[in-house]
């Protein structure tokens, strides 16, 4: 499997998986660009499970989006074509900008908060109940790890209970509320990195 295929498969298990997110909206192109963005700017990972020789799973982080999103303008080009439906619809333009907003720390959260974080992690509902969500997770906290942080964040959406249940499972604490975008409140969790469980 080639990166582009590679990177196509990623964007399909978060469309799939991801549904309620806003991300998922903006369509597989641009999901395909991001985390191909994700995979080769230096300060992000996109660390993959597989099973036979398929991808069945992945977990994203990052030590800030900064270099992501310049990953992401180095392909100017596809990336006005993948958000051009989007930019035409106000409600997700605003959308666009929150996100943007928020990762260059416009929001309020009354807490001073890790940079490191956990982007996302799916695992293809079809081998679910094998460990892959906890060797991902654990691997990213390896990452982190390495680069000398000492804890990293998660924003979950109030209404993923599943994924409340889990994060909580490997370790993380709910540490503040806030609103990526308005009207919409998530939890953020910190990982404390001795915490995540082996």
């Known amino acids: 499997m080639n990166k582009q295929a590679i990177y196509r498969r990623v964007a399909q298990l978060h469309a799939e998986n991801i549904n309620q997110g806003f991300l998922s909206s903006l369509g597989p192109n641009f999901l395909t660009l991001l985390y191909q963005a994700i995979d080769e700017s230096p300060v992000s990972v996109l660390i993959l499970d597989w099973e036979d020789n398929q991808v069945v799973g992945f977990v994203s982080g990052a030590l800030g989006m900064g270099s992501v999103y310049r990953q992401l303008l180095r392909?100017?080009?596809?990336?006005?074509?993948?958000?051009?439906?989007?930019?035409?619809?106000?409600?997700?333009?605003?959308?666009?900008?929150?996100?943007?907003?928020?990762?260059?720390?416009?929001?309020?959260?009354?807490?001073?908060?890790?940079?490191?974080?956990?982007?996302?992690?799916?695992?293809?509902?079809?081998?679910?109940?094998?460990?892959?969500?906890?060797?991902?997770?654990?691997?990213?906290?390896?990452?982190?790890?390495?680069?000398?942080?000492?804890?990293?964040?998660?924003?979950?959406?109030?209404?993923?209970?599943?994924?409340?249940?889990?994060?909580?499972?490997?370790?993380?604490?709910?540490?503040?509320?806030?609103?990526?975008?308005?009207g919409a409140r998530s939890t953020v969790y910190i990982q404390t990195l001795r915490e995540a469980r082996r």
């Open 75 to 182: 392909y100017w080009p596809r990336l006005i074509m993948a958000l051009a439906p989007s930019l035409l619809i106000p409600n997700r333009l605003w959308q666009i900008i929150e996100i943007l907003r928020y990762s260059r720390g416009g929001h309020e959260h009354g807490a001073k908060l890790p940079a490191a974080e956990l982007l996302s992690i799916v695992v293809d509902p079809a081998v679910r109940g094998r460990s892959h969500a906890d060797r991902l997770y654990r691997q990213l906290t390896e990452f982190f790890a390495q680069r000398g942080e000492h804890e990293f964040k998660i924003i979950v959406g109030a209404a993923l209970a599943p994924a409340h249940r889990f994060y909580r499972r490997m370790g993380a604490q709910p540490a503040a509320e806030i609103e990526v975008h308005q």
